[in-house]
């Protein structure tokens, strides 16, 4: 199959699934000015000489898109069932290798040039996702949404539906070789604590699941937490509560506990590690360190150095590592779950974020990608601590 007849059967496969599908197509290749004039200049083109990341790359866009699966032209084993039959009838007898479980990768053996192209559902059906989950997370601005499914897009398994909600799935990996966890993951509406509530009931309904996470980014006011580090929350101080005296309001610190069963496993990353803070390497090679310390939240997003919240915070607790704005609304979903009249099986809940900015004049928000990716690093890494969830004896 000559390369143009090839580029031109990926514009016919496109046309012909484009009803049913949302079709994008990616050529590895240099064009000549025929095959350019196949595509008609419409199509996405990366050029250079470097196979793997061409294709890693290619798992990106396909990715970020939410697509379903992908597939590089010019079909056999390990294609999905719904155009397998269509596509192969199409493209003959070329070949066709699975290298990732979202990637099927499709090549003319006598040429060098790839094609990808993508399918993803105009409609994802519900039943994708699974019935229970052992970990629901949830997630409040899209830099930190974007930042978790960089990460989670990798795991087998990875799914994203469209119900009322947009909700992602994967299965990520437990402890040792007793299996995986089936994780769960959705945005919140708006940032704040009112507004964290319902994306909290709606995966507690939804899933049911063992154990709640609030995961994104927050602002540290620990001189020793860097940027980009993460913490995960021992304690959770909250700066709610306001008393007027003296005709001036005073706000007062309410401290609540994490649950000991994520108490537990904390203790016992951080004995694995050799101490607290503990390193990982992110997804850019770089490292950053994990801290497990008391997080401050509160309806006010701190950015003043000489902050009087940050100084309650630290009078409270002087170990009080960060300050953000939803884990007292996500504490307080938890904590109303034994009033729901159908029995839930949650046990656990974790703040884990990623330090965005120090919580001064000079908070932006270019690091919060970076810092909610790293926190879902460190929270996969957690989780690979954990045995499945349905074999610990107080779930039984």
Known sequence: MARHALLALAIKLRRQFASRYVVQLLVLSDLDHHESAILGGHENVLRGTNFKARMDECRRVARREGHAFTVVLPPTRGMPSAIAKEVYEESGDSLVSQSHPHLFVLREP??????????????????????????????????EAAGFRDVLTSMPGYCRCDECRIIESAEVPAYAEFGTHTLVATTSTDQGQAEIVPACQAMLDRFDPFVLVLLGIAGSIDPDIGLLDVVFANQVISYMKIKEKGGQPQKRGEGYPIPAMVVKYLNEVETERGGCPYS????????????????????????????????????????CAAVETEAHGVLQAFLQVPLNPEPRHVQGLMIVRGVSDHADEEKKDDSQFAAARNAAIALLELMRTIPPFEQHSLLR
């Open 110 to 143: 006598y040429t060098r040039t790839f094609l990808m192209m993508t399918f993803g559902n105009r409609h994802e059906p519900v039943s994708d996702l699974p019935k229970k989950a052992d970990v629901a997370v949830v997630v409040v601005l899209p830099r």
């Open 280 to 319: 990982l390497v992110g997804s850019d090679g770089v490292e950053f360190r994990v801290h497990i310390q008391p997080v401050g939240t509160g309806t006010a997003v701190i950015g003043v150095c000489d902050s009087e919240t940050v100084e309650l915070l630290r009078h409270y607790n002087d170990k």
